[in-house]
């Protein structure tokens, strides 16, 4: 039978306290009440525990024979741990002013959890990648979690909403994060799967801090645009283009009857090309509740929030994951490209512009083909790839620039790729 309780303890912690060079410190001692689950902290975590108690960390082994009462331990604290070395401790429970020693489990220190890690790709490689994801909704919020897990190791959060009751169904956060500003809450998540990832958290209106937006697409190595409006999409693409930067742009259609996903490299393609063909249809974007869609101005101000809500249409978590999926794959390939990793191959298979998803046949794709005996013609879950062409005087990407002033120049491809190399 296994002993309870089940303690933890963080090996990198302990490894800070050698460094230390104190004889004893105070630390904390998460425990899910009525579990017997306890997590030995040197430093206080950020916790959904339930019982809270006092840790002494004291340097060097325990000086007593086993059990032994030892009076100058108070009540106050629950755990004793003796710091032998940076890889070893040991445990004692206080039990009335007695200490019981107890079998101690370690959390592995950074180098060891990632060498764990390593697998079908190369977690060094994507460690010292920055993902920059722009909306933490249902989208957002899982790729955040699905890149933090395979190995990313820098991320900036952008989003100014909190969770609310609507969010659930489809969100990763649950019950316990209500009221909670959705970048705080992600940003628990991906540090949850990756305790050394670093995480910048911003909840702001890109849209109404376009300076601070264009600085964080200079650091970022790949922008993910998982926002519910056009205008956030124009001004990210905007930038993608000046700073010749990737993206990648995702998003689902009514009730998540299906969805795209737009990824601009640089010299190709841009959003506002995509924008401009009859693939994309902005009418048909999915409101997912009555705020946002009154600030995409999908619902006008003159609807009631009653009317509003018989407009509010939402899909399935697991219609919306498909298209995740898919976001995520992209991204990795994208940030391990050239590299050999167990994704290469995908190189030569995710080579458009543009993807579509159908989960149903209904609305825009109730022509499409049931799935049964298909052949050919387009059905429901699969994946279709579409080069997008590069549309001659698209005002975002065109190598012909209108000025303010009405004056017109040729910019030069190799002034834009100059861009790339300034600060
Ligand atoms: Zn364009």
């Known amino acids: 039978m296994e002993e309870l309780p089940i303690i933890y303890i963080d090996k990198e912690e302990l490894k800070e306290f050698c460094s230390q060079d104190l004889s004893e410190k105070e630390g904390i001692s998460y425990e899910w009440e009525k579990e017997q689950v306890v997590h030995i902290k040197l430093n206080p975590s950020l916790h959904s525990f339930g019982r809270i108690g006092k840790v002494a960390f004291q340097r060097g082994d325990f000086p007593f024979p ?5 009076p100058w331990i108070k009540d106050e604290f629950s755990y004793i741990v003796y ?3 940076e890889n070893t401790a040991r445990v004692f429970e206080v039990v009335e002013g007695r200490l019981i020693e107890k079998k101690l489990y370690y959390i592995p220190s950074k180098d060891d959890l990632y060498s764990r890690s390593k697998g079908i790709l190369e977690v060094n490689i994507l460690e010292s990648k920055r993902v920059m994801i722009v909306g933490l909704g249902s989208f957002g919020s899982q790729i955040a979690i699905e890149l933090a897990k395979a190995g990313v190791g820098s991320f900036s959060l952008f989003d100014f909403d909190r969770i609310e009751l609507h969010n659930l169904a489809r969100h990763t956060c649950t019950i316990k994060d209500l009221g909670r500003l959705k970048t705080d809450a992600i940003y628990d998540a991906i540090v949850g799967k990756n305790p050394y990832a670093h995480v910048d958290k911003f909840p702001i209106d890109i849209n109404k801090n376009i300076p601070l937006l264009n600085e964080e697409i200079s650091k970022a190595d790949i922008v993910i645009c998982a926002t519910d409006n056009n205008k956030s999409r124009f001004n990210i693409s905007e930038e993608l283009v000046k700073q010749q930067k990737l993206g990648i742009f995702g998003r689902a259609v009514t009730r998540a009857e299906g969805g795209d996903i737009f990824r601009y490299v640089p010299g190709g393609p841009c959003y506002c090309c995509l924008i401009g063909t009859e693939w994309y249809d902005t009418s048909a974007e999915e409101i997912t509740n009555i705020g946002s869609g009154r600030r995409n101005g999908q619902i006008p101000a003159y609807v009631s929030d009653e009317d509003a809500d018989a407009v509010v249409q939402v899909g399935l978590s697991s219609d919306i994951e498909p298209i995740c999926n898919l976001m995520v794959k992209l991204t990795l390939m994208e940030l391990s490209r050239g590299e050999d990793s167990g994704i290469s191959c995908l190189e030569d298979e995710l080579v458009y512009d543009y993807y579509m998803w159908a989960n149903r ?16 013609r387009p059905t429901i879950l699969r994946w279709y790839g579409a080069y997008i062409k590069k549309v001659e005087d698209c005002p975002l990407c065109s190598h012909h620039i209108v000025l303010d002033e009405g004056e017109e120049y040729e910019a030069k491809l190799g002034e834009m790729t100059d861009m790339k190399d300034v600060d």
């Open 83 to 85: 710091v032998l070395d």
């Open 361 to 376: 046949r209904e609305r825009r794709h109730v022509n499409w083909a049931p799935l049964p005996n298909a052949g050919n």
């Open 66 to 70: 086993y059990g032994q009462s030892v």
